[in-house]
C-alpha cells in the first residue's frame, strides 16, 4: 500500500524557514514525479513544486521560486521542501503527491501538513 506522510509543519514568522518532509513508501518511486501542492482557506490547491525521482530535475511555481526548493533522499525514500524567506500568503496546508511519469491515472497523495506564517 502506497503512502505519502509529510512532517515538519508549523507556525513560523514571517522570514522564517521551514522544513517539510514527506516520507513515501509502499513501492518503488523511480518513475515518479514527486511534487508538493499547497491549499489556504477559501482557495483551491497549487502546485508549488515538483522533482524528478529518477532525475532529480525540479520545477518550481513562480511564487515560490528563489524562496523554496525540492530535493530527494533516495536512501530515505523522502521528498523534502526547504522553505525560506516565509511570507504570510505561505500560509496554507501542504500535500505531498506523487505522479506516475507514464500514467497520469496512477497518482498519490498525503493527508497534508500545516504551515502559517504570522506577520
Known amino acids: 500500500q502506497v503512502q505519502l506522510v509529510e512532517s515538519g509543519g508549523g507556525l513560523v514568522q514571517s522570514g522564517g524557514s521551514l522544513r517539510l518532509s514527506c516520507a513515501a513508501s509502499?513501492?518503488?518511486?523511480?518513475?515518479?514525479?514527486m511534487g508538493w501542492f499547497r491549499q489556504a482557506p477559501g482557495k483551491e490547491r497549487e502546485f508549488v513544486a515538483r522533482?524528478?525521482?529518477?532525475?532529480?530535475?525540479?520545477y518550481y511555481a513562480d511564487s515560490v521560486k528563489g524562496r523554496f526548493t525540492i530535493s530527494r533522499d533516495n536512501a530515505k525514500n523522502t521528498v523534502n521542501l526547504q522553505m525560506n524567506a516565509l511570507k504570510p500568503e505561505d500560509t496554507a496546508v501542504y500535500y505531498c503527491?506523487?505522479?506516475?511519469?507514464?500514467?497520469?491515472?496512477?497518482?498519490?497523495w498525503g493527508q497534508g501538513t500545516q504551515v502559517t506564517v504570522s506577520s
Open positions: 522533482i524528478n525521482w529518477s532525475s532529480g530535475s525540479t
Open positions: 503527491a506523487a505522479r506516475n511519469e507514464y500514467s497520469r491515472d496512477d497518482n498519490y
Open positions: 509502499g513501492r518503488t518511486f523511480t518513475n515518479y514525479v
